[in-house]
């Protein structure tokens, strides 16, 4: 395997152990259903990377701001102010 193919196959682990905890939580009744929105996503991903790697991540609001951050949650439809059509 070249270091490209090994940099490929930590990246891919990593996903997977991430949506493999994200599935742990949900099997063991953390997550109540399986719709989740970006804004759960990004929370998940920031826990993950905290409880896993130790590296304290940006919450959403700080990289995206509230708007998009709260649109993430909502939806874009029921952020006032703003309408998009899908």
């Known amino acids: ?16 152990f991430f949506v493999n905890e994200v599935m742990a939580a949900f099997e063991a009744g953390f997550i109540n259903d ?5 804004f759960d996503l990004y929370h998940c991903a920031r ?8 590296i304290k991540a940006p919450t959403i609001e700080s990289v995206w701001g509230e708007h998009v951050a709260n649109a993430a949650l909502h939806g874009w439809n029921n952020v006032q102010g703003v309408k998009y059509d899908s």
């Open 1 to 16: 395997m070249s270091d490209a193919d090994d940099i490929a196959k930590v990246k891919a682990d990593a996903v997977m």
């Open 34 to 38: 399986h719709k989740s929105s970006l």
């Open 47 to 54: 826990g993950h990377v905290e409880r896993n790697y130790a």
